[in-house]
């Protein structure tokens, strides 16, 4: 067993963005590896996971375990454990979302058990969702990283991925994207308030239209803006209203709940037409995509939230801004944005 550095941290990120994710933290590299899906680095004690785009999970390293014994692999893992905190109420076995780390899965649902027993043997485990959640991480079958998670300032999800199942009539798989984006962005208590049936929502580049299913799945009333066509389940649904036009030349005579934008196009642009949605009060609350680059996608993903701020802050607007990768997005970041209002005032 080897104690690692007091601020050195695990995050979990998509494969390939390793970089983007050392590059907003900000924080020293100890181990980046390209392709990896993870990275390990020595920064400032605590970094605040609802600002981090590009990371899943956020864990604070304790140990490592370098050269795990195949005969009895838990007693070194117990010595490893930290003094402080001295009780979890979770254990998490992860490994890379890689092909490599896949090969893993099957070990791990095996020793999950009996690592438990073991854990609960010592008193080090207990059943109580507000202590910090144990991870042991495997970036291979002999080697293991052994942290914490606080769950206020964490992902609520093994590797940080939330997994859903593509529903049998969907039109398309994006639809995951907007379901995932609900569940990451909104509280249990803003998704029932927010997410009511009868609101109204606007997909501009809706086509295929899986984002206008899903608003629709929810008891939504959609206008959907393409030029081109809606297929399968959306096509025919009758709360899918499709109207061929330019989604950014498009705006609704009367103000919505919802704006969704998932159109192919300069994250620059996107991000100032979805700011003048909420600034103007065309929409009370918008989630959209943005297409990076594949060179410098962290500037390109800053230089487009910058905009937004300047355009939102300059009318006088309060708002609320968050951005993540999410497990279904690819080269793209979802942001979520919404107009608050003072005290007093009710959005619709």
Known sequence: MQPVAQNNWLLYCRPG????????????PIETAAGSGFVVLQGKPRLAYAQLAFARQLIRLHSEVKELPERDRIAPLLAALPADPPQFGALWLEAPDTNEGKTLSGFLRRFQ??????????????????????????????????????P??????????LRQKMPHDAPS?????LAEAFEIFLSREEQAQWLKPGMTAVDLGAAPGGWAWQLALRGMKVIAVDNGPLKGAAAQHPSIKHLRQDGFRYRPRQPVDWVVCDMVEQPQRVAALMADWVASGLAARAVFNLKLPMKKRLEALADALGGMRAALDGKGVRYRLAARQLYHDREEVTVFLARVEKRGKKLP
């Open 173 to 177: 798989r994006s639809c995951l994207k």
């Open 17 to 28: 963005f390793e970089r983007d994710c050392v590059q907003e933290t900000r924080a020293k």
């Open 113 to 150: 058990p009996l690592l438990e027993a073991a854990l609960i043997g010592a008193g080090s485990l207990a059943q109580d969702a507000t202590l910090p959640r144990l991870h042991i991480f495997f970036p291979d079958k002999n080697r293991a990283l052994i942290g914490s998670s606080n």
């Open 152 to 161: 206020g300032n964490s992902a609520a999800w093994p590797m940080g991925i």
